[in-house]
Protein backbone atom coordinates (compact mmCIF):
# COMPACT_ATOMS: atom_id res chain seq x y z
CA UNK A 1 0.00 0.00 0.00
CA UNK A 2 1.86 3.39 -0.95
CA UNK A 3 0.74 6.73 0.59
CA UNK A 4 0.68 10.17 -0.41
CA UNK A 5 2.19 12.42 1.48
CA UNK A 6 0.76 15.61 1.01
CA UNK A 7 2.74 18.68 -0.12
CA UNK A 8 3.52 20.93 2.86
CA UNK A 9 3.13 24.47 1.26
CA UNK A 10 4.49 26.78 4.02
CA UNK A 11 7.87 24.26 3.15
CA UNK A 12 8.06 24.96 -0.07
CA UNK A 13 7.28 28.68 -0.09
CA UNK A 14 9.96 28.88 2.95
CA UNK A 15 12.84 27.03 0.80
CA UNK A 16 11.77 29.65 -1.87
CA UNK A 17 12.18 32.53 0.36
CA UNK A 18 15.57 30.83 1.47
CA UNK A 19 16.61 30.51 -2.04
CA UNK A 20 16.59 34.26 -2.58
CA UNK A 21 17.92 35.00 0.56
CA UNK A 22 21.00 32.55 -0.45
CA UNK A 23 23.16 35.40 -2.50
CA UNK A 24 22.91 37.81 0.44
CA UNK A 25 23.84 35.35 3.01
CA UNK A 26 26.52 33.84 0.94
CA UNK A 27 27.81 37.14 0.94
CA UNK A 28 27.39 38.34 4.45
CA UNK A 29 29.19 35.18 5.66
CA UNK A 30 31.92 36.67 2.98
CA UNK A 31 32.32 39.44 4.73
CA UNK A 32 31.12 41.70 1.72
CA UNK A 33 28.94 44.66 2.39
CA UNK A 34 25.77 44.00 1.07
CA UNK A 35 23.00 47.29 0.10
CA UNK A 36 19.42 46.37 1.00
CA UNK A 37 20.23 42.28 2.15
CA UNK A 38 17.32 40.06 2.46
CA UNK A 39 15.94 40.32 5.90
CA UNK A 40 15.79 36.25 5.66
CA UNK A 41 19.70 36.52 4.80
CA UNK A 42 20.42 39.04 7.56
CA UNK A 43 18.25 36.98 10.27
CA UNK A 44 20.36 33.68 9.30
CA UNK A 45 23.80 35.59 9.77
CA UNK A 46 22.62 37.30 12.73
CA UNK A 47 21.89 33.60 14.30
CA UNK A 48 25.12 32.33 13.25
CA UNK A 49 23.59 29.61 11.27
CA UNK A 50 26.02 27.63 10.05
CA UNK A 51 26.35 27.56 5.88
CA UNK A 52 25.84 23.83 5.98
CA UNK A 53 22.86 24.05 7.71
CA UNK A 54 21.53 26.82 5.17
CA UNK A 55 22.16 24.71 2.25
CA UNK A 56 20.51 21.85 3.44
CA UNK A 57 16.94 23.65 4.17
CA UNK A 58 17.17 25.45 0.92
CA UNK A 59 17.22 22.09 -0.88
CA UNK A 60 15.04 20.23 1.73
CA UNK A 61 17.29 17.35 2.46
CA UNK A 62 18.29 16.58 6.60
CA UNK A 63 21.46 15.04 6.28
CA UNK A 64 25.01 15.83 5.52
CA UNK A 65 25.11 12.53 2.80
CA UNK A 66 22.32 13.85 1.14
CA UNK A 67 23.17 17.44 0.94
CA UNK A 68 26.40 16.41 -0.71
CA UNK A 69 24.06 14.31 -3.50
CA UNK A 70 22.00 16.96 -3.50
CA UNK A 71 24.83 19.76 -4.48
CA UNK A 72 25.86 17.67 -7.69
CA UNK A 73 22.41 18.74 -9.27
CA UNK A 74 21.69 22.26 -7.77
CA UNK A 75 23.31 25.54 -9.07
CA UNK A 76 25.14 25.83 -5.28
CA UNK A 77 28.38 25.22 -6.06
CA UNK A 78 27.92 27.69 -9.06
CA UNK A 79 26.45 30.58 -6.58
CA UNK A 80 28.89 29.81 -4.35
CA UNK A 81 32.08 30.26 -6.84
CA UNK A 82 30.41 33.00 -8.36
CA UNK A 83 30.06 34.66 -5.16
CA UNK A 84 33.59 34.23 -3.76
CA UNK A 85 34.93 34.80 -7.18
CA UNK A 86 33.78 38.05 -7.29
CA UNK A 87 34.76 39.08 -3.85
CA UNK A 88 38.82 38.33 -4.92
CA UNK A 89 38.18 39.71 -8.35
CA UNK A 90 38.14 42.93 -7.10
CA UNK A 91 41.09 45.01 -7.71
CA UNK A 92 43.60 44.08 -4.72
CA UNK A 93 45.75 46.52 -2.53
CA UNK A 94 48.39 46.09 -0.62
CA UNK A 95 52.13 45.69 -1.56
CA UNK A 96 51.53 43.05 -3.80
CA UNK A 97 50.35 45.17 -6.61
CA UNK A 98 52.56 48.26 -5.31
CA UNK A 99 54.50 48.26 -8.54
CA UNK A 100 51.80 49.20 -10.80
CA UNK A 101 51.75 52.45 -9.28
CA UNK A 102 54.95 52.92 -11.21
CA UNK A 103 53.27 51.68 -15.10
CA UNK A 104 50.66 53.22 -16.99
CA UNK A 105 47.83 50.77 -17.75
CA UNK A 106 47.35 49.57 -21.20
CA UNK A 107 44.49 47.55 -22.86
CA UNK A 108 45.35 45.21 -26.09
CA UNK A 109 42.56 44.44 -28.46
CA UNK A 110 42.29 41.31 -30.04
CA UNK A 111 45.40 39.72 -28.77
CA UNK A 112 45.53 36.07 -27.41
CA UNK A 113 47.83 35.81 -24.15
CA UNK A 114 50.88 33.80 -24.31
CA UNK A 115 50.56 30.72 -21.84
CA UNK A 116 53.81 30.36 -19.84
CA UNK A 117 53.12 28.56 -16.66
CA UNK A 118 50.82 26.22 -14.98
CA UNK A 119 50.38 24.43 -12.14
CA UNK A 120 47.95 22.38 -10.81
CA UNK A 121 46.98 22.09 -6.71
CA UNK A 122 45.20 19.01 -6.81
CA UNK A 123 42.68 18.36 -3.87
CA UNK A 124 44.74 16.99 -0.90
CA UNK A 125 44.50 20.74 0.73
CA UNK A 126 42.98 20.95 4.36
CA UNK A 127 38.87 19.85 4.12
CA UNK A 128 38.01 21.94 7.39
CA UNK A 129 39.57 24.84 9.22
CA UNK A 130 41.16 22.93 11.96
CA UNK A 131 42.96 20.52 9.86
CA UNK A 132 46.52 21.63 8.98
CA UNK A 133 47.92 24.59 6.77
CA UNK A 134 48.13 23.94 2.69
CA UNK A 135 50.65 25.17 0.45
CA UNK A 136 49.62 27.97 -1.94
CA UNK A 137 51.41 27.63 -5.35
CA UNK A 138 54.32 30.04 -6.04
CA UNK A 139 53.97 29.71 -9.73
CA UNK A 140 57.72 29.84 -10.30
CA UNK A 141 58.74 29.86 -13.72
CA UNK A 142 62.49 29.40 -15.61
CA UNK A 143 60.41 30.59 -18.97
CA UNK A 144 59.32 33.87 -18.52
CA UNK A 145 59.91 36.08 -21.87
CA UNK A 146 59.84 39.87 -22.34
CA UNK A 147 59.28 39.65 -25.74
CA UNK A 148 55.06 38.95 -25.49
CA UNK A 149 52.75 41.74 -25.25
CA UNK A 150 50.61 39.61 -22.40
CA UNK A 151 51.92 36.77 -20.67
CA UNK A 152 49.25 34.08 -18.63
CA UNK A 153 49.57 31.91 -15.85
CA UNK A 154 46.78 29.24 -15.48
CA UNK A 155 46.22 27.32 -12.09
CA UNK A 156 43.01 24.42 -11.64
CA UNK A 157 42.54 23.31 -8.28
CA UNK A 158 40.06 21.22 -6.80
CA UNK A 159 37.17 22.03 -4.22
CA UNK A 160 35.77 19.18 -2.51
CA UNK A 161 31.95 19.12 -1.19
CA UNK A 162 33.65 18.58 2.16
CA UNK A 163 35.19 22.26 1.85
CA UNK A 164 32.15 23.86 0.36
CA UNK A 165 30.32 22.74 2.97
CA UNK A 166 32.08 22.93 5.68
CA UNK A 167 30.92 25.29 8.65
CA UNK A 168 33.17 27.88 8.24
CA UNK A 169 33.62 28.71 4.03
CA UNK A 170 36.38 31.15 5.06
CA UNK A 171 38.56 27.94 4.50
CA UNK A 172 37.52 28.52 0.42
CA UNK A 173 38.14 32.03 0.27
CA UNK A 174 41.55 31.29 1.86
CA UNK A 175 42.72 28.73 -0.59
CA UNK A 176 41.70 31.75 -3.50
CA UNK A 177 42.93 34.41 -1.81
CA UNK A 178 46.31 32.50 -1.70
CA UNK A 179 46.39 31.76 -5.02
CA UNK A 180 46.00 35.35 -6.19
CA UNK A 181 48.72 36.56 -3.89
CA UNK A 182 51.12 34.06 -5.40
CA UNK A 183 49.75 34.86 -8.83
CA UNK A 184 50.56 38.64 -8.48
CA UNK A 185 53.57 38.07 -6.88
CA UNK A 186 54.93 36.69 -10.24
CA UNK A 187 53.31 40.15 -11.74
CA UNK A 188 55.90 41.75 -8.71
CA UNK A 189 58.84 39.71 -9.57
CA UNK A 190 58.53 39.93 -13.79
CA UNK A 191 58.21 43.97 -13.14
CA UNK A 192 61.56 43.92 -10.77
CA UNK A 193 63.48 41.67 -13.50
CA UNK A 194 61.86 43.88 -16.38
CA UNK A 195 63.07 47.12 -14.92
CA UNK A 196 66.47 45.93 -13.50
CA UNK A 197 67.14 44.17 -16.90
CA UNK A 198 66.93 48.05 -18.55
CA UNK A 199 65.04 47.01 -21.73
CA UNK A 200 64.97 47.56 -25.39
CA UNK A 201 62.82 50.92 -26.23
CA UNK A 202 60.76 51.13 -29.12
CA UNK A 203 63.98 52.71 -30.66
CA UNK A 204 66.16 50.06 -30.25
CA UNK A 205 67.93 51.87 -27.46
CA UNK A 206 68.31 50.34 -24.34
CA UNK A 207 65.97 52.18 -21.10
CA UNK A 208 68.64 53.41 -19.21
CA UNK A 209 71.88 55.47 -20.27
CA UNK A 210 74.30 58.41 -18.60
CA UNK A 211 71.09 60.87 -19.31
CA UNK A 212 68.63 59.23 -17.00
CA UNK A 213 70.97 57.38 -14.41
CA UNK A 214 73.70 57.75 -11.95
CA UNK A 215 76.44 54.78 -11.57
CA UNK A 216 77.84 53.34 -8.71
CA UNK A 217 80.52 55.75 -8.51
CA UNK A 218 78.31 58.32 -7.70
CA UNK A 219 75.12 57.33 -6.49
CA UNK A 220 73.90 56.99 -2.89
CA UNK A 221 71.15 56.62 -0.70
CA UNK A 222 68.36 58.95 -0.92
CA UNK A 223 68.42 62.02 0.69
CA UNK A 224 67.89 65.52 0.06
CA UNK A 225 71.35 65.89 -2.35
CA UNK A 226 70.60 62.49 -4.46
CA UNK A 227 66.94 63.51 -4.84
CA UNK A 228 66.99 66.91 -5.42
CA UNK A 229 69.66 65.47 -8.63
CA UNK A 230 67.19 62.51 -9.40
CA UNK A 231 64.27 65.38 -9.55
CA UNK A 232 66.08 67.72 -12.03
CA UNK A 233 68.01 64.92 -14.14
CA UNK A 234 64.04 63.99 -15.00
CA UNK A 235 62.94 68.11 -15.52
CA UNK A 236 65.97 68.61 -17.93
CA UNK A 237 66.03 65.54 -19.79
CA UNK A 238 65.74 66.37 -23.81
CA UNK A 239 62.94 64.21 -26.10
CA UNK A 240 64.37 62.62 -28.95
CA UNK A 241 63.37 66.28 -31.27
CA UNK A 242 65.80 68.07 -28.81
CA UNK A 243 62.87 69.49 -26.64
CA UNK A 244 63.31 69.41 -22.34
CA UNK A 245 60.52 66.94 -21.38
CA UNK A 246 59.83 68.94 -17.71
CA UNK A 247 58.64 65.60 -16.26
CA UNK A 248 57.79 65.67 -13.08
CA UNK A 249 59.25 62.88 -10.42
CA UNK A 250 56.17 61.89 -8.13
CA UNK A 251 57.25 58.44 -7.46
CA UNK A 252 60.22 56.93 -5.02
CA UNK A 253 60.58 53.34 -6.01
CA UNK A 254 63.38 51.56 -3.29
CA UNK A 255 64.13 47.70 -2.48
CA UNK A 256 62.60 46.42 0.81
CA UNK A 257 66.30 47.12 2.60
CA UNK A 258 65.83 51.35 1.60
CA UNK A 259 62.23 51.39 2.84
CA UNK A 260 62.66 53.18 5.96
CA UNK A 261 65.24 55.39 4.43
CA UNK A 262 62.91 56.42 1.82
CA UNK A 263 60.00 56.81 4.51
CA UNK A 264 61.93 58.87 6.56
CA UNK A 265 63.14 61.10 3.68
CA UNK A 266 59.91 61.87 2.69
CA UNK A 267 58.27 62.44 5.91
CA UNK A 268 60.74 65.14 6.17
CA UNK A 269 59.99 66.83 2.45
CA UNK A 270 56.97 65.69 1.94
CA UNK A 271 54.93 65.16 5.28
CA UNK A 272 51.66 65.22 4.37
CA UNK A 273 52.28 63.02 0.86
CA UNK A 274 50.85 65.59 -1.33
CA UNK A 275 53.70 65.15 -3.82
CA UNK A 276 55.64 61.95 -3.60
CA UNK A 277 54.50 58.39 -3.54
CA UNK A 278 56.82 55.56 -1.56
CA UNK A 279 56.61 52.11 -3.81
CA UNK A 280 58.42 49.31 -1.98
CA UNK A 281 59.36 46.52 -4.49
CA UNK A 282 61.14 43.50 -1.92
CA UNK A 283 61.90 41.85 -5.30
CA UNK A 284 63.85 44.09 -6.70
CA UNK A 285 67.42 41.77 -6.74
CA UNK A 286 69.94 44.79 -6.23
CA UNK A 287 69.02 46.02 -2.39
CA UNK A 288 70.81 49.49 -2.99
CA UNK A 289 69.32 51.17 -6.38
CA UNK A 290 66.65 53.28 -6.08
CA UNK A 291 64.46 54.74 -9.04
CA UNK A 292 62.75 58.06 -9.07
CA UNK A 293 59.51 58.07 -11.75
CA UNK A 294 57.03 60.81 -13.49
CA UNK A 295 53.53 59.95 -12.71
CA UNK A 296 52.46 57.31 -15.26
CA UNK A 297 49.42 59.41 -16.56
CA UNK A 298 51.86 62.19 -17.60
CA UNK A 299 54.89 60.70 -18.69
CA UNK A 300 54.97 56.90 -18.43
CA UNK A 301 58.04 55.18 -19.13
CA UNK A 302 56.86 51.58 -18.30
CA UNK A 303 53.65 49.94 -19.17
CA UNK A 304 51.85 47.31 -17.98
CA UNK A 305 49.65 45.50 -20.52
CA UNK A 306 46.25 43.75 -20.11
CA UNK A 307 44.12 42.50 -22.68
CA UNK A 308 41.25 44.64 -23.12
CA UNK A 309 38.06 44.11 -20.89
CA UNK A 310 37.69 44.48 -17.36
CA UNK A 311 41.32 42.76 -16.27
CA UNK A 312 40.23 40.44 -13.56
CA UNK A 313 42.09 38.60 -11.98
CA UNK A 314 39.69 35.39 -11.78
CA UNK A 315 38.01 33.61 -14.38
CA UNK A 316 36.60 30.38 -13.00
CA UNK A 317 35.03 27.51 -14.61
CA UNK A 318 33.06 24.77 -12.90
CA UNK A 319 33.16 21.18 -13.51
CA UNK A 320 31.65 18.45 -11.25
CA UNK A 321 33.77 16.19 -11.16
CA UNK A 322 34.17 13.07 -8.47
CA UNK A 323 33.99 15.09 -5.33
CA UNK A 324 33.08 18.46 -6.29
CA UNK A 325 34.19 21.55 -8.35
CA UNK A 326 37.43 22.14 -10.52
CA UNK A 327 38.01 25.48 -10.46
CA UNK A 328 40.58 27.56 -13.13
CA UNK A 329 41.88 31.03 -12.07
CA UNK A 330 43.85 33.26 -15.13
CA UNK A 331 46.35 35.85 -14.57
CA UNK A 332 47.29 38.04 -17.71
CA UNK A 333 50.04 40.75 -17.70
CA UNK A 334 53.16 42.38 -19.22
CA UNK A 335 55.79 44.83 -19.03
CA UNK A 336 57.15 47.34 -21.32
CA UNK A 337 59.41 49.46 -21.28
CA UNK A 338 58.28 52.63 -23.94
CA UNK A 339 60.41 55.74 -22.84
CA UNK A 340 63.20 57.03 -20.71
CA UNK A 341 61.48 60.47 -19.94
CA UNK A 342 59.90 59.66 -16.99
CA UNK A 343 62.23 57.63 -15.10
CA UNK A 344 65.57 57.86 -13.25
CA UNK A 345 68.24 55.30 -11.26
CA UNK A 346 70.48 55.86 -9.13
CA UNK A 347 72.72 52.96 -8.48
CA UNK A 348 73.08 53.66 -4.79
CA UNK A 349 76.38 53.14 -3.00
Known sequence: TWRIRPVDKRTVADRFALAEALSDYIDLTLGRQVVDPHPRALRLRQDGTRLSRVLMQALGVDSPAALSRALTLSNIPDLLTNRITALLAQDPGGGLVEHRQCCQRVELPDYRASSIGSISLGDDFAPVPDA?????PEFEGDSL??????????A??????????????????????????????????????????????????????AAN????GSGGQPSVTTLDYALASLRSMTTPAGSISGARGSILLVPGALE???LTLLTAVDPTRSRFKLVVCPWLADSKAWFVLADPGESPSLIRTVLEGDEPIFTTGRTINRDGLAVKVEHTFGFHAVSRLGIFRNAGV
Open 132 to 136: GAFAA
Open 156 to 209: RYDVSRALMVAPDIGLMVQLQREARNAMLRVEAKQFATVLESSPMLPDGDVLFT
Open 260 to 262: MTA
Open 145 to 154: VTDVQVQRYV
Open 213 to 216: SVGS
